[in-house]
């Protein structure tokens, strides 16, 4: 139950999404209100395919848009869902949201009988609470490394394996294209802004370097070590040199507006960016590739973060039997399949990365399958509830380290503390 702070803060932004977003339906069609974060030209993408669903149902979607920080719509979907907001029927809910809204979501387990097992099975269970199957599968995610295949070329600079090789081969194609007069560019941009995407890129840098989860499945606080405060450092050693001092500020969307203007050598960054990338008036276009991200060498592997949205129907809705015809839609092989060839975007339906149509059209997707084997999971399924709090404190112990306020062991040792006092006698 929301406080009465809480019930003050969402009423003006439950007014403002009444007046701005909802219309008039007719008796025998229903408007169902989507709302979703999604960036660059996602919901243009959606809109096109949602025409699908409305020819085959006679009902509407309204597309809801949220700010692209996934931190900002968290909250929001907190107050909404609170506030038992009954504008809302389907949520676009991020891979790590289950465990801490699941209680507000319909149970779609039977109406998913048929296709959830279609989809990848370890995506199914990440948003399986209780035994509940509370949110559908859209698309999933994992990051890769975006690198000027051009550049490297033309500098005799091969695809770093490590991230020493990418400190390296950032640096030397850096000097040597602005010593030929292009001062605006960098060596590597990435999201360094104190969000869930800083945990994202930290939670790669600590897993590849052999450092651990943060939180290990069994719930065990790991987070300080020494290979964790090393990839710290070796992060916090590219602000200001291989990467522009404003990446503390970045997001996504940040990193790719420097990435496609041609001023980068490599970009961290999510599947979305690649058919941006590669539009009709992108100056990057046909000039990159992507490669699994790096990691310390020796034994340890490349991580990618895992990703990924789904769609849950509100226990609030008024509109429940169109609101899960919609999420089934989304979550069915034809959706998903004009979702990958239109937007790029990684299936969740096994069959799909063996789709020749989607291998012509989007030979990438085929690709992700390495990088998506080294996905690695934020670790909310240990911390349930907690993993808001948890991802928050890590965040901001990274962001301090990357702007000079304390050192990495420090940083990590006063971050276990928090920790440990959060966690009390168990998650």
Known sequence: MSTPRTRRLARPLLAAASLLALVATSAQAAQVNFVTGATGNAINVFKEIFKDWEAATGNTVNIVPMPSSTTDQFAQYRLWLAAQNSDID??????????????????????????????????????????????????????????????????????????????????????????EGKKDLWGYVWQGAAYEGLTCNALEWVKSNGGGQIIQPDGSISIYNDAAEKALDTAKGWVGTISPPGVLSYMEEEARGVWQTGNAVFMRNWPYAYALGNSADSPVKDLFDVAPLPSAGGDTTSAATLGGWNAAVSRFSPNQEEAISLATFMASPEFQKKHALMAANLPTIVSLYDDPEIAAAQPIIPRWKEIFLNAVPRPSAPTKVAYNEVSSKFWTAVHQTLSGNGSAAENLELLEVDLDELKGTGW
């Open 90 to 179: 389907v949520y676009m809910v991020d891979v790590i949201w289950a465990p801490q809204l699941a209680d507000n979501f319909v149970d779609l387990t039977e109406a998913a009988k048929d296709i959830a097992p279609t989809h990848f099975p370890s995506i199914i269970e990440s948003q399986t609470v209780d035994g509940k199957l509370v949110a559908l599968p859209i698309f999933t995610d994992a990051p890769a490394l975006y690198y000027r295949k051009d550049l490297l070329e033309k500098h005799g600079v091969e695809v770093p394996k490590t991230w020493e090789e990418l400190t390296a081969a950032a640096q030397k194609v850096q000097d040597a294209e602005r010593a």
